[in-house]
């Protein structure tokens, strides 16, 4: 599995673009998983150029919650590609494009090892995706709180989180996980990064974690 980031607050590769908001590409092996789509698709599209990434071949599109910061891309990329799949938490309305829309309230396996939590406290899905290590989890910007997205698959060992943490202090519920990389909205990242160094990973549009 590879995921790279696409949009960020900073930036790792120089020649990208920062803005306020978060995208990542999750690569998996089987699908291509576009994760939110950043605050403004000429930057999103232009990110993706420069890393080589083709919006054709882009199979599903994630949309954690409707705020602007991580939908303002969407058209931008649903001009591009009318064949991937979006998955939509049901707080998020009128796409209307072709493109096949699926929209998750529940706890759900969307294919074989890749779940969402569904709509948590009426604003946010997350995404949670099974690796040989355990499971790697993409969060938008955490509104829920991090116990309670990660109380969804409570006997899921977690061996990565990426993305946004707003304002998140629950540490002991990060300590869970084996790694993080805390970006766009987290509040706390140097505390993030000094309390738990060695499985801190820097964020930032560019930054591509292998497992």
């Avoid at 232009?46 to 910061?69: C, K, R, T, V, Y």
């Avoid at 948590?120 to 099974?130: A, T």
């Avoid at 955490?142 to 629950?170: A, M, R």
């Amino acid at each position: 599995m590879k995921i790279t980031i696409l949009y960020d607050n900073t930036v790792t590769v120089p020649a990208l673009t920062p803005d306020w908001g978060f995208s990542c590409l999750i690569e998996t092996g089987t699908r291509n998983i576009l994760f939110d789509t950043g605050g403004n698709g000429r930057i999103l599209l232009e990110n993706m150029a420069i890393l080589g990434i083709d919006p054709a071949s882009i199979d599903d599109i994630f949309i954690s919650h409707q705020h602007f910061d991580h939908i303002g891309g969407l058209s931008a990329m649903l001009n591009e590609n009318q064949n991937a799949v979006v998955h939509i938490p049901p707080s998020v309305r009128g796409i209307k494009y072709k493109n096949q829309v699926i929209s998750y309230s529940t706890p759900s396996e969307i294919y074989p090892g890749i779940y969402t939590t569904g709509e948590l406290n009426d604003i946010e899905q997350s995404m949670f995706l099974d690796t040989q290590k355990g499971a790697v989890v993409i969060i938008g910007c955490c509104h829920p709180g991090l116990g309670n997205i990660l109380g969804t698959f409570p006997d899921k060992k977690i061996s990565l989180i990426v993305g946004g943490l707003h304002g998140s202090e629950e540490y002991e519920v990060m300590e869970r996980s084996e790694k993080i990389c805390p970006s766009h909205c987290t509040r706390h990242i140097e505390d993030i990064k000094s309390r738990f160094y060695d499985k801190y990973i820097p964020g930032g549009a560019g930054t591509v974690i292998e497992l």
